[in-house]
């Protein structure tokens, strides 16, 4: 089942997101099968949220999937929205 993640920074938080970007990146990357599409939302250049679609057996599988990034984790986010979504027309996910 898909869900889009939107995640949305806390204010003034862009050396946090820059500090721990490899890691998320690294986590991305580990977990390719489930992270389907991804990257963040900005204002101008900088960074101020993400946006993740993952395929997941279920929304606490999904919810405890984000739980795991190093942004989460480093409490970067200030909200976190989950909703189950449906691909009707672009690339196959």
């Known amino acids: 089942m898909l869900f889009v993640a939107i995640c949305l920074d806390k204010p003034d938080h862009v050396d946090l997101r820059l500090s721990t970007r490899a890691a998320h990146l690294a986590f991305l990357e580990k977990h390719a099968a489930r992270v389907k599409l991804?990257?963040?939302?900005?204002?101008?250049e900088t960074p101020i949220g993400s946006m993740l679609?993952?395929?997941?057996?279920?929304?606490?599988a999904a919810r405890a999937l984000l739980g795991e990034d190093p942004y989460?984790?480093?409490?970067?986010?200030a909200s976190v929205?989950?909703?189950?979504?449906?691909?009707?027309?672009?690339?196959q996910l």
Not at 38 to 44: K, V, Y
Not at 81 to 91: D, H, I, Q, T, Y
């Open 81 to 91: 929205e989950l909703k189950p979504w449906k691909r009707v027309v672009g690339a």
């Open 53 to 60: 679609i993952l395929d997941c057996e279920d929304e606490a």
């Open 72 to 77: 989460a984790l480093a409490g970067l986010f």
């Open 38 to 44: 991804g990257g963040p939302f900005l204002d101008g």
